[in-house]
């Protein structure tokens, strides 16, 4: 059986020293907030180049969070990438904005800035773009996208951890960036948890407050905030598992290139785009499968007892919660095509090469 994602693996090998960490939290009896979260997030900032680095319950409250400090509701419009998970879509909703659907590139599944340009109207007041699948999205260009139209950038990062362009660091720039450490992302906890960072002072300060019942000190109620904050055992664990982060990254970028080498010739198949700028992290390695085939080599490899994933099988402008809840009617053909094409192949650090060859032997089998 080769799983899709297997974090029981990372877990025991370093069982000593996690449990370790996850004692000394308990026994020292404060599971909120204290000096494991604040020394987590500074460790974090520093490993993105950010400058300041909000703590919060997850990825998608980081993104609300985020809208929120800049104002961004009623009456405002967010351009956001069509082929994304739900959670980018829903924190504009949140926030009372209206999501504005944007087509993405056919190559690299990420938000086509021509289109995006295309949708910005006199209410658009942000750029969502997503690092989808841990390839960045071209900043450099967004970036200028927005400050020509006075619009904010807020970086959905929540698959990139460590990614880069043009040696430009996730997390480093845009008014904001927001990561999720749900356990499957390439930093993961043992749990819900995530993050905001941004470079700007009274941009954390203000996150700080609504994450935590909008207030810096105990009573001291500013504003109107929310309970949205990291444990500190999650916290500990970040902290711990963040020393390994680049290891990890390394070792998927590794198992990339074999899945490469080895399905480099396969018609009918479409490896992954990773631009020349670009420093993929490959939280999940996602190949095309054209002609109507995918369910049949899905089905060929579960018998095999190879697991795959469909990341996404349903573009954002196809779902009932859009068309019906929000009444939102957008096309975006390129998003809705990559749907119901991509194909995602295990990956995870601790992947065995040997196991990435029986899966492309088999996928080869398949095709043969
Ligand atoms: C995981 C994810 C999120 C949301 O993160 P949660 O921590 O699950 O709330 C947001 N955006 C993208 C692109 C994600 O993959």
């Not at 994602?5 to 069982?15: N, P």
């Not at 998003?335 to 899966?359: C, G, K, R, T, Y």
């Given at each position: 059986m080769i799983p899709l994602v297997d974090l029981r693996l990372q877990y025991s090998r370093m069982k000593p020293e996690m449990d370790k960490v996850i004692s000394v939290v308990i026994e020292d009896g404060k599971f909120i907030g204290g000096d494991k979260v604040n020394s987590f997030s500074q460790e974090f900032a520093r490993y993105c180049s950010a400058g300041y680095c909000v703590p919060c319950g997850n990825g998608t409250d980081a993104l609300e969070i985020a809208l929120k400090v800049l104002q961004i509701g009623k009456g405002d419009e967010v351009i956001i990438p069509a082929f994304t998970f739900i959670a980018t879509?829903?924190?504009?909703?949140?926030?009372?904005?209206t999501p504005v659907l944007c087509d993405i590139d056919p190559a690299t599944y990420l938000i086509d800035i021509n289109n995006c340009q295309e949708l910005i109207s006199s209410k658009t007041k942000a750029i969502i773009p997503v690092h989808l699948y841990g390839l960045m999205a071209d900043v450099a260009s967004l970036q200028e996208l927005c400050r020509k139209n006075s619009l904010y950038l807020i970086e959905d990062a929540a698959q990139a951890h460590g990614a880069s362009r043009n040696n430009i660091r996730s997390g480093s720039t845009g008014d904001f960036s927001t990561f999720s450490f749900y356990p499957g992302k390439n930093l993961g906890a043992f749990g819900d948890a995530g993050a905001i960072l941004t470079n700007y002072a009274n941009y954390a300060q203000h996150a700080t407050k609504i994450?935590?019942?909008?207030?810096?000190?105990?009573?001291?109620?500013?504003?109107?905030?929310?309970n949205s904050?990291?444990?500190?055992?999650?916290?500990?664990?970040?902290?711990?598992?963040?020393?390994?982060?680049?290891?990890?990254?390394?070792?998927?970028?590794?198992?990339?290139?074999?899945?490469?080498s080895n399905l480099s010739n396969v018609e009918g198949l479409v490896l992954p785009k990773v631009p020349e700028e670009a420093i993929h992290v490959f939280h999940l390695f996602v190949v095309r499968i054209k002609g109507s085939k995918r369910s049949e080599l899905r089905k060929f490899l579960a018998a095999k007892g190879i697991e795959t994933?469909?990341?996404?099988p349903i573009a954002l402008s196809k779902l009932k919660a859009t068309i019906e809840e929000l009444g939102i009617n957008a096309s975006c053909p390129?998003?809705?095509?990559?749907?119901?094409?991509?194909?995602?192949?295990p990956m995870f650090p601790e992947l065995a090469f040997e196991q990435v060859d029986e899966v492309c032997l088999a996928i080869k089998e398949f095709y043969s």
């Amino acid at each position: 059986m080769i799983p899709l994602v297997d974090l029981r693996l990372q877990y025991s090998r370093m069982k000593p020293e996690m449990d370790k960490v996850i004692s000394v939290v308990i026994e020292d009896g404060k599971f909120i907030g204290g000096d494991k979260v604040n020394s987590f997030s500074q460790e974090f900032a520093r490993y993105c180049s950010a400058g300041y680095c909000v703590p919060c319950g997850n990825g998608t409250d980081a993104l609300e969070i985020a809208l929120k400090v800049l104002q961004i509701g009623k009456g405002d419009e967010v351009i956001i990438p069509a082929f994304t998970f739900i959670a980018t879509l829903e924190a504009v909703c949140q926030s009372g904005a209206t999501p504005v659907l944007c087509d993405i590139d056919p190559a690299t599944y990420l938000i086509d800035i021509n289109n995006c340009q295309e949708l910005i109207s006199s209410k658009t007041k942000a750029i969502i773009p997503v690092h989808l699948y841990g390839l960045m999205a071209d900043v450099a260009s967004l970036q200028e996208l927005c400050r020509k139209n006075s619009l904010y950038l807020i970086e959905d990062a929540a698959q990139a951890h460590g990614a880069s362009r043009n040696n430009i660091r996730s997390g480093s720039t845009g008014d904001f960036s927001t990561f999720s450490f749900y356990p499957g992302k390439n930093l993961g906890a043992f749990g819900d948890a995530g993050a905001i960072l941004t470079n700007y002072a009274n941009y954390a300060q203000h996150a700080t407050k609504i994450a935590n019942h909008g207030r810096l000190a105990k009573y001291d109620h500013d504003i109107i905030g929310r309970n949205s904050r990291m444990d500190t055992l999650q916290a500990a664990i970040l902290s711990l598992k963040l020393k390994y982060l680049d290891d990890w990254n390394q070792s998927r970028q590794n198992l990339a290139r074999r899945y490469f080498s080895n399905l480099s010739n396969v018609e009918g198949l479409v490896l992954p785009k990773v631009p020349e700028e670009a420093i993929h992290v490959f939280h999940l390695f996602v190949v095309r499968i054209k002609g109507s085939k995918r369910s049949e080599l899905r089905k060929f490899l579960a018998a095999k007892g190879i697991e795959t994933g469909i990341h996404y099988p349903i573009a954002l402008s196809k779902l009932k919660a859009t068309i019906e809840e929000l009444g939102i009617n957008a096309s975006c053909p390129v998003a809705e095509n990559a749907a119901s094409e991509v194909l995602s192949l295990p990956m995870f650090p601790e992947l065995a090469f040997e196991q990435v060859d029986e899966v492309c032997l088999a996928i080869k089998e398949f095709y043969s």
